[in-house]
């Protein structure tokens, strides 16, 4: 029987199980550095292409439990003027819905998932991938370090087939690649955090705003809770450290909201209010902007990567945790058609990186955001009229271009899946 190891129990790796079980693999162990996954993290946005995906692998209906429908995107200038509005879902045409939800609520209903279909057993934490070593057959031997009190220690596996899905900081990766160094900033902070709001001061649509320098992404993520009313909201700031004095700093550094609240003062959209966002904030978490550098390959032998670990891209579009999702399908996909692993993993390959490849690019260009900097560019005072700074056609042509590079467009993604192989036997 197979035995697929997956290292890294987040959205890509928790997917790619339950993407590979559904192909007919039973053996499959996710092994994970923390101990216990708990449900913490900001929002997603999980776009239709990748909804259609988790609807495949029998997870919609739990996950609209405990998430919303985007069904509005808004673009603003940071003057307040409205620079374009977008049906999104169902009223853009799909057969999908778009989902707002907390990162943690997806990674747990995912966890749920893996362990009722593999058994409890299947996420192993405490565990981390330290290296790898190719076999003259191909098969990786993974060498594992264990975090978890009495079985702390060191060890080695050789499973048959390995995947990387351990983030933007891969130790599988960096194995493959070695000497590629740290993930290449673009000079920019990002802050993100989420707040309880009252469902009036919020509204029901997800908005970008800003200028060519500095932008605010704030959108709901639950349905108002009965008692309160309230939501919560996500929100996601950038602007370049040079703005405010700051490094390039920790990865996940915890900062007082004070920190930047003041650059945000006097933006309002529509009626809500960042400054009343961030103020309802408990806290906040900055992060350089970072991405991965497009890779040649992202597999040897029996080992490949996904997700983040092979193309961690800008935060644009909503393209990250989505991608993670297609990925794990097409992973499944082609381990289904080819019974050569390695076979397999090249096949996988060569329909993923590159089209993520160019997803990545277009994302280094700021994808459809790129409105934004097209309004202040031609009108950085702010407008009365943005047909007279950028006509609809224009508008349009750039979020239909955008929407063709990473295959998401209405009559691509309503095709249905192409990733759905008949069950075989178990392996």
């Known amino acids: 029987m197979t035995h697929i190891m997956i290292a890294g129990g987040g959205i890509a790796g928790l997917t790619a199980a339950l993407a590979l079980h559904t192909a007919g693999f039973e053996r499959i162990t996710v092994v994970e550095t923390v101990r216990e996954l708990r449900p913490?993290?900001?929002?997603?946005?999980?776009?239709?292409?990748?909804?259609?995906?988790?609807?495949?692998?029998?997870?919609?209906?739990?996950?609209?439990?405990?998430?919303?429908r985007t069904r509005e995107l808004r673009y603003y200038h940071r003057s307040g003027g409205l620079i374009s509005r977008e049906p999104r879902g169902l009223g853009a045409g799909y057969h999908w819905p778009q989902l707002s939800i907390q990162r943690g609520e997806l990674q747990r209903v995912l966890a749920d998932a893996v362990r009722a279909r593999l058994g409890p057993g299947a996420i192993v934490g405490g565990v981390k991938v330290t290296g790898l070593e190719p076999l003259a057959d191909g098969r990786p031997r993974v060498q594992l370090e264990h975090r978890d009190g009495a079985r702390r220690g060191r060890a080695s596996l050789e499973p048959d087939v390995l995947i990387g899905a351990d983030g933007i900081r891969s130790t599988v990766?960096?194995?493959?690649?070695?000497?590629?160094?740290?993930?290449?900033?673009?000079?920019?902070?990002?802050?993100?955090?989420?707040?309880?709001?009252?469902?009036h001061q919020i509204g029901t649509f997800m908005f970008i705003a800003g200028d060519d320098r500095q932008k605010a992404v704030v959108?709901?993520?639950?349905?108002?809770?009965?008692?309160?009313?309230?939501?919560?909201?996500?929100?996601?700031?950038?602007?370049?450290?040079d703005s405010t004095g700051a490094t390039r700093g920790d990865w996940n550094r915890e900062v007082p909201v004070e920190k930047f609240l003041h650059h945000y003062e006097g933006w309002d959209f529509d009626g809500v209010?960042?400054?009343?966002?961030l103020r309802a904030a408990e806290g906040a978490f900055e992060y350089p902007m970072v991405d991965r550098d497009p890779l040649e390959r992202w597999s040897v032998g029996r080992t490949t990567l996904t997700g983040d670990a092979a193309h961690a891209m800008y935060p644009i579009g909503s393209n990250g945790a989505t991608q993670s999702i297609v990925d794990a399908r097409a992973l499944g996909h082609a381990m289904a058609l080819h019974p050569d692993p390695a076979r397999a993993l090249a096949a996988y390959e060569a329909e993923r990186r590159p089209a993520m490849t160019e997803l990545q690019q277009a994302n280094r260009r700021l994808g459809p955001e790129v409105v934004i900097n097209l309004a202040h560019e031609r009108a950085p005072g702010g407008f009365t009229d943005i047909?007279?700074?950028?006509?609809?056609r224009e508008l349009a042509e750039i979020a239909a271009r955008y929407a063709?590079?990473?295959?998401?467009?209405?009559a691509t993604v309503n095709q249905g899946s192409p990733y759905d192989p008949a069950v075989r036997s178990p392996r």
Not at 40 to 68: F, H, K, Q, T, Y
Not at 219 to 241: F, I, K, Q
Not at 387 to 392: G, L, N, S, T, W
């Open 40 to 68: 913490v993290g900001a929002g997603l946005n999980i776009m239709p292409n990748a909804v259609r995906e988790l609807d495949a692998l029998g997870l919609l209906d739990r996950l609209e439990e405990c998430s919303v």
């Open 173 to 199: 990766r960096a194995a493959l690649n070695p000497g590629e160094g740290e993930p290449p900033w673009n000079g920019m902070l990002v802050w993100r955090g989420v707040s309880w709001m009252p469902a």
């Open 219 to 241: 959108y709901p993520m639950t349905e108002p809770d009965r008692d309160s009313g309230e939501v919560l909201v996500n929100w996601a700031l950038a602007m370049p450290a």
């Open 273 to 277: 209010s960042v400054p009343q966002v």
């Open 387 to 392: 047909d007279e700074v950028i006509p609809k």
């Open 404 to 410: 063709a590079t990473g295959a998401f467009d209405p």
